[in-house]
T-cell receptor, first 115, second 112 residues
Framework: DTAVSQTPKYLVTQMGNDKSIKCEQNLGHDTMYWYKQDSKKFLKIMFSYNNKELIINETVPNRFSPKSPDKAHLNLHINSLELGDSAVYFC??????????????FGNGTRLTVT | GNSVTQMEGPVTLSEEAFLTINCTYTATGYPSLFWYVQYPGEGLQLLLKATKADDKGSNKGFEATYRKETTSFHLEKGSVQVSDSAVYFCALRVGGGNKLTFGTGTQLKVEL
């Protein structure tokens, strides 16, 4: 019944590897996001997709590539992982269509540790 | 640009104490304001919001009033509980999209 679910919850990998984080929402929302939270809890948006189209792409290295096969899924693929990529990555969703935007619903996060 | 400034934590209180977490903002445009809460090991959850000046958002005993003249949205609770221990994020949104600008978060620890 989890509204926004991300896998895996923990990911430990070595520098230079390629990894993916998956996200799915069952809320029927049309917009999904990836946020990065650093060790000081600072949250920064990375990407946003609306109905499978990229609408927000902040200054993120092109080693990060989001993929949205449908509006219920937004996966994050990271190439050539670096130590500085270690963080907690949160997926979120919301409903943008209509007059009122719904609040963001967050997943429980994926803690990525690069060694 | 848009930015949110929160008081630094951690804030440590005894149970039943009064809580204030300060939040001020700068925005290009008329923002909506939010407080999100993050419990340990979980994602953020919306706690309360206010969309126009003088609006008061409230939920679970927490309150915050949108003060345009002081560009503030301070979070308050009259009597905190151990279960309120979490990280609290102030955030703003300008315009029709849902791109939020978050503050740096304030950790609250409530002890018996």
């Amino acid at each position: 019944d989890t509204a926004v679910s991300q896998t895996p919850k923990y990911l430990v990998t070595q520098m230079g590897n390629d990894k993916s984080i998956k996200c799915e929402q069952n809320l029927g929302h049309d917009t999904m996001y990836w946020y990065k939270q650093d060790s000081k809890k600072f949250l920064k948006i990375m990407f946003s997709y609306n109905n499978k189209e990229l609408i927000i792409n902040e200054t993120v290295p092109n080693r990060f590539s989001p993929k949205s096969p449908d509006k219920a899924h937004l996966n994050l693929h990271i190439n050539s992982l670096e130590l500085g990529d270690s963080a907690v990555y949160f997926c979120a969703s919301s409903q943008e269509g209509g007059r009122i935007n719904s609040p963001l619903h967050f997943g429980n996060g994926t803690r990525l540790t690069v060694t | 640009g848009n930015s949110v400034t929160q008081m630094e934590g951690p804030v440590t209180l005894s149970e039943e104490a009064f809580l204030t977490i300060n939040c001020t903002y700068t925005a290009t445009g008329y923002p909506s304001l939010f407080w999100y809460v993050q419990y340990p090991g979980e994602g953020l959850q919306l706690l309360l919001k206010a969309t126009k000046a003088d609006d008061k958002g409230s939920n679970k005993g927490f309150e915050a009033t949108y003060r345009k003249e002081t560009t503030s949205f301070h979070l308050e609770k009259g009597s905190v509980q151990v279960s309120d221990s979490a990280v609290y994020f102030c955030a703003l949104r300008v315009g029709g999209g849902n791109k939020l600008t978050f503050g740096t978060g304030t950790q609250l620890k409530v002890e018996l």
